[in-house]
Nanobody, 124 residues
């Protein structure tokens, strides 16, 4: 079935940048929203950003707005997350997800497919 694989995580100093990438394989992702979530130890999985296939709708969590940029390349079936001005509170495992559009796009249980996650650690 559909597979999602994240890459690009790592260790970075506060104020630095990282670019995460998610590659889909196994079937087309056309018509699906793709999203990024993150989960810190002991915390609930948190919405970060989502983007529609057509780019008509892009939404960010307030905590990352102005710092993170989500983008997708439908020909390559990838979605990226450019993370700038990173803060220690951004430390988490970041997950790529996809699913059909819903007004509940901020909820993790609205998505059908998930990647394995990639670790981001932002040091003080």
């Amino acid at each position: 079935q559909l597979q999602l694989v994240e890459s690009g995580g790592g260790l970075v100093q506060a104020g630095g940048s990282l670019r995460l990438s998610c590659a889909a394989s196994g079937r087309t992702v056309n018509s699906y929203f793709m999203a990024w979530f993150r989960q810190a130890p002991g915390k609930v999985r948190e919405f970060v950003a989502t983007i529609s296939w057509s780019n008509a709708r892009i939404y960010y969590a307030d905590s990352v707005k102005g710092r993170f940029i989500i983008s997708r390349d439908n020909a390559k079936e990838t979605v990226d997350l450019q993370m700038n001005s990173l803060k220690p509170e951004d430390t988490a495992v970041y997950y790529c997800a996809l699913g059909s559009y819903t007004v509940r796009y901020r909820n993790y249980d609205a998505y059908d497919y998930w990647g394995q996650g990639t670790q981001v650690i932002v040091s003080s």
